[in-house]
């Protein structure tokens, strides 16, 4: 598949602080752009999600920047709090073919307070 | 969120043995389903996409042989690893796209395959 490139692989904030996950892709014709949060043992939840049609997305916290152009996107955690330390997955779809996911290598986040 | 159901969360297995896993959605009907193996502390690497009725499509280099999968109805994709051996050992993950209003995926939780 296409490949996904992210950044950085390791992220150390303190609480309060914002976090910032960078992505590119390189298959011009992706479309969806999710981010997933996973914990240790568990499965990846969704937590925010952008289309190419949109350049921007916020969700409380959360918010999700797309440069179609440049081909990234980033996600931004504003106001952290320990509770959001987790490994972040962003995935690009396989051209606009629907929902099967290339995903970055993932960050693992940790917020200290 | 929808459900996703995913089982057996662990198993181990003898080398050359076969062992089946079950992704179902349990609150909706998923005509699409998404395996992925994710090695230890690394990406979910996507193996293939599953339809329903109709054959998968598998990621180059995933053999199909090998990594067989049946969607045989709208709520249930299997994955069955013929002739296991100990580099097959991974955490295998299934995700069901779910349609309802705008489309979202939503993840099983995982089977932690160990294959002596």
């Known amino acids: 598949g296409e490949n996904v490139e992210q950044h950085p692989s390791t992220l150390s904030v303190q609480e309060g602080d914002s976090a910032v996950i960078k992505c590119t892709y390189s298959?011009?014709?992706?479309?969806?752009f999710p981010w997933y949060k996973q914990e240790l043992g568990k499965r990846p939840q969704l937590i925010i999600d952008?289309?190419?049609?949109?350049g921007e997305k916020k969700d409380q916290r959360i918010a999700v920047t797309l440069n179609k152009t440049a081909k990234h996107f980033s996600l931004h955690i504003t106001e952290t709090q320990p509770e959001d330390s987790a490994v972040y997955f962003c995935?690009?779809?396989?051209?606009?073919?629907?929902?099967?996911?290339?995903f970055g290598k993932g960050t693992s986040l940790l917020v200290t307070p | 969120g929808a459900v996703v159901s995913q089982h057996p969360s662990w198993v181990i297995c003898k080398s050359g043995t076969s062992v089946k896993i079950e992704c179902r959605s349990l609150?909706?009907?998923?005509?699409?389903m998404f395996w992925y193996r994710q090695f230890p502390k690394q990406s979910l690497m996507l193996m293939a996409t599953?339809?329903?009725?109709?054959?998968?499509?598998?990621e180059q280099g995933v053999e199909k042989d090998k990594f067989l999968i049946n969607h045989a109805s709208l709520t249930l994709s299997t994955l069955t690893v013929t002739s296991a051996h100990p580099e097959d050992s991974s955490f295998y993950i299934c995700?069901?796209?779910?349609?309802?209003?705008?489309?979202?995926?939503?993840f099983g939780s995982g089977t932690q395959l160990s294959v002596l």
């Open positions: 609150d909706f009907q998923a005509t699409t």
């Open positions: 952008i289309r190419s049609n949109v």
């Open positions: 995935a690009a779809s396989v051209t606009n073919s629907g929902y099967a996911l290339n």
């Open positions: 599953s339809n329903e009725g109709s054959k998968a499509t598998y």
């Open positions: 995700s069901a796209l779910w349609s309802g209003g705008s489309e979202k995926l939503f």
């Open positions: 298959d011009s014709a992706s479309n969806y």
